[in-house]
Structure formats: C-alpha cells, structure tokens
C-alpha cells in the first residue's frame, strides 16, 4: 500500500512529491499532465530566482526535478472519486483505483467559461482558453481578450507581436492585473481597453467572425477573429465529494493542509488558499507533504 | 508499415510536446510542423481539421485533434 498518492503534477502537486520522496515515502503521483495550469502561462516574472521564465520552460524544470528524484508518475490519469474506508483512503480514477494512507489532492482548477451564446460552437474555431497554445495561429488576426486580471493581460502580452489589433474586453469599470502589467499594456499602440463592457455573443460562420458586446450599456459590433477567454479559474474538485468545500467548490482546508476528511489533505489552486499564485501553490505543496509526514508519524506508519 | 505521421503544433503549446514526446516515446517517426512560424502550414492545419487549436495529428489522413492517447494509439494500429 502506497504511504501517500498525489493527484495533480502543477506546482502543487510537483512540490508536495518532492518533499515526499525526500521523506522516502511509498509514493504515486496521478495526472492528466505536468505543469497544470503553470504551463500554459506565458511570462512567469514573479517566481523566486527566475526573474523570466515561460510558463512551458518551467514545467520542463518540474519535469526535470521530479525525475532526477524518481518520483513513480501515472501520466494521463485523472481522478474519478475518493473514499475513505477504516483507517486508508481510497481512490479511484479513469485508469483503476488504488489504496494509500493519505492523498493530496493537487488538482488544481480549469478556466471558467464565459457562457454567452457562440462560445461553445466556436471553440477551437477562433474561440480559445489557451494564448500560450493557440496564440501563434491569430498572426495577423485582430482577436478580443475577455477579462481584466493576470491572465488576461498575459495572453494580451504575448500576443502584441503577433496580433494587429487587441481588444482587451474587461466587464469592470478597471483592470485588475499587477500594475506593472497594466503599464506594459497601456504603453502598447496595438491594445485598445473596453471597461464597463459585458460580451453579448460570439458569432461567425465557420469561424468566429465577430463578437457583439455592450459597453455602457450601448451595444458594439466588434470585427474580429479570435476571442481568448481569461475570466478566472474553477477547481477541479467535482470529484472530491466527501471533503467539505466552499460557495466557490474549492476544498476548504485548515493550516496544516488537512480537508474535512482525516488523512486527505488537498493544496494548491484546488483549495480555499487566498492566493491563486505558482510560488503560493507550491509552498502549499511543501507543507502538505510536511503535514502528511507528521500525520504518517503520529499514526506510527 | 511504419505509417505516415504529421504533427503540427506550436513550440509553447505543453500538450504539443507531450504528443510529440509520446510519439517518441513509442518508436514513431513524424514530421513536425511548427504552425507558428509557417503560415502556409497552419492554414493548412486550419483545412484539415476545420478548427485552430493545437496540436493536430495527421496519421495517414486521419485527423485528431488534441493530446488524446487513445485515439492516437488506435489510428497508428498495432
């Protein structure tokens, strides 16, 4: 039986299997894939001793990291369900089940949809949720950036060399993103900002040709290609269903990383932690790793 | 028979990579086609697959898009 079983490779879960194994752990780490939601950004300037870094080249530096310790990763496998039964934890995933004393649930969370007519029928179509992936393919193409915060204004930076025309679509009266962010956008003579501007529809024929949105209450026909939504994250907790979680599904967890359940802890973007960060989500990964080791001491494992 | 393989992607894009290091990985020879930098190629792309996003597998004039192992296994045969 595995000491510990770790759903998630991002920042979190990466973190939490390195102090783990260090620890010499029975160890599994499950994941649909390696960086999480990390290897999608594009400029990573606010993690320690990187003063740049992409958001793929640091999930390489993950990769390296978890392989050079031997960390055993089950690659692509998600989580399906989790029990606890006596004294183990059970889990369950798309592959088979397995029995551990503890799991972390490091699963992290996935973009929020913006729910307007057309998003669903033109995704991949012009419709996308990741600039770092399908950015290149809009050279030349005037595309819309749905959102105000980090994401949003990461996507419009990677794309001021690429695309002629950006339209930063932003439903409050302010962006929200890191100030230094803010003032490299507005320097830029290619983005144009829309506040207090909520998206109607996204429509086109076989590709999205245009969105209609309503600022100030006036409606807008903008012309365009591609809209890339970045309007926040949802944690993909749906399949915790035993643990307690808040309004918002994130796993509610105390100091030490334990969830409602005994001998499941949780960390990261999944969880009710303040800050949806990379270094905030793998110092959480550390002192999950470090709380399951106590738990696996007092328990005399 | 080794089957003809194309795989057209972005260098950023992670899931591109895990495809290409998949294929690797099982003893497959490709072609790689970097979208961002040929335009040509990702019309192309757009054609065949009738959508944007990457990466896209052309496995002897099947298309699939995404990382999806499965279907990628099974259209390479045994």
Same mark, same amino acid.
């Given at each position: 039986?595995?000491?510990?079983?770790?759903?998630?490779?991002?920042?979190?879960?990466?973190?939490?299997?390195?102090?783990?194994?260090?620890?010499?752990?029975?160890?599994?780490?499950?994941?649909?894939?390696?960086?999480?939601?990390?290897?999608?950004?594009?400029?990573?300037?606010?993690?320690?001793?990187?003063?740049?870094?992409?958001?793929?080249?640091?999930?390489?530096?993950?990769?390296?990291?978890?392989?050079?310790?031997?960390?055993?990763?089950?690659?692509?496998?998600?989580?399906?369900?989790?029990?606890?039964?006596?004294?183990?934890?059970?889990?369950?995933?798309?592959?088979?089940?397995?029995?551990?004393?503890?799991?972390?649930?490091?699963?992290?969370?996935?973009?929020?949809?913006?729910?307007?007519?057309?998003?669903?029928?033109?995704?991949?179509?012009?419709?996308?949720?990741?600039?770092?992936?399908?950015?290149?393919?809009?050279?030349?193409?005037?595309?819309?950036?749905?959102?105000?915060?980090?994401?949003?204004? %990461?996507? !419009?930076?990677?794309?001021?060399?690429?695309?002629?025309?950006?339209? #930063? $679509? +932003?439903? *409050?009266? =302010?962006? /929200?993103?890191?100030?230094?962010?803010?003032?490299?956008?507005?320097?830029?003579?290619?983005?144009?900002?829309?506040?207090?501007?909520?998206?109607?529809?996204?429509?086109?024929?076989?590709?999205?040709?245009?969105?209609?949105?309503?600022?100030?209450?006036?409606?807008?026909?903008?012309?365009?290609?591609?809209?890339?939504?970045?309007?926040?994250?949802?944690?993909?907790? %749906?399949? !915790?269903?035993?643990?307690?979680?808040?309004?918002?599904?994130?796993? #509610? $967890? +105390?100091? *030490?990383? =334990?969830? /409602?359940?005994?001998?499941?802890?949780?960390?990261?973007?999944?969880?009710?932690?303040?800050?949806?960060?990379?270094?905030?989500?793998?110092?959480?990964?550390?002192?999950?790793?470090?709380?399951?080791?106590?738990?696996?001491?007092?328990?005399?494992? | 028979?080794?089957?003809?393989?194309?795989?057209?992607?972005?260098?950023?894009?992670?899931?591109?990579?895990?495809?290409?290091?998949?294929?690797?990985?099982?003893?497959?020879?490709?072609?790689?086609?970097?979208?961002?930098?040929?335009?040509?190629?990702?019309?192309?792309?757009?054609?065949?697959?009738?959508?944007?996003?990457?990466?896209?597998?052309?496995?002897?004039?099947?298309?699939?898009?995404?990382?999806?192992?499965?279907?990628?296994?099974?259209?390479?045969?045994?």
């Amino acid at each position: 039986m595995h000491d510990l079983i770790i759903a998630g490779a991002g920042p979190a879960g990466i973190t939490a299997s390195i102090y783990a194994v260090r620890k010499r752990m029975n160890l599994l780490v499950i994941s649909r894939d390696i960086g999480g939601q990390a290897a999608l950004s594009g400029e990573i300037a606010n993690y320690t001793g990187y003063q740049f870094i992409s958001g793929p080249e640091l999930a390489l530096k993950f990769q390296e990291h978890i392989n050079a310790f031997g960390v055993k990763l089950k690659l692509p496998e998600e989580a399906r369900d989790i029990k606890r039964e006596d004294n183990r934890i059970r889990l369950f995933t798309d592959k088979g089940e397995y029995l551990a004393r503890t799991v972390i649930i490091a699963t992290g969370s996935h973009p929020r949809l913006l729910n307007v007519r057309g998003e669903r029928e033109f995704k991949n179509k012009g419709v996308t949720y990741c600039a770092t992936c399908d950015g290149p393919l809009f050279k030349d193409k005037a595309i819309a950036i749905i959102g105000g915060g980090n994401s949003a204004l %990461d996507a !419009a930076l990677q794309m001021i060399n690429i695309s002629p025309k950006i339209y #930063i $679509i +932003d439903i *409050s009266p =302010q962006l /929200s993103a890191d100030s230094i962010m803010i003032e490299k956008v507005l320097k830029s003579t290619n983005i144009e900002i829309l506040n207090n501007t909520k998206v109607e529809r996204i429509y086109g024929d076989i590709f999205v040709k245009g969105i209609e949105v309503e600022k100030d209450g006036r409606p807008l026909d903008l012309k365009l290609q591609g809209v890339f939504i970045e309007i926040g994250l949802i944690p993909n907790s %749906d399949f !915790a269903k035993v643990v307690k979680k808040n309004n918002s599904e994130e796993i #509610i $967890i +105390d100091h *030490s990383n =334990q969830t /409602s359940v005994e001998g499941i802890f949780a960390c990261g973007d999944v969880t009710n932690v303040q800050e949806k960060q990379i270094i905030v989500a793998c110092g959480e990964g550390a002192k999950a790793a470090l709380s399951v080791f106590n738990y696996l001491s007092v328990h005399n494992y | 028979m080794n089957k003809q393989v194309k795989v057209y992607s972005t260098h950023t894009c992670p899931y591109c990579k895990a495809t290409k290091q998949f294929l690797k990985d099982s003893g497959i020879e490709f072609e790689d086609i970097d979208v961002s930098v040929d335009q040509k190629a990702a019309e192309e792309m757009i054609q065949k697959s009738g959508q944007m996003g990457v990466p896209v597998l052309d496995i002897e004039g099947q298309i699939i898009v995404g990382f999806d192992k499965e279907t990628i296994s099974k259209a390479l045969g045994p």
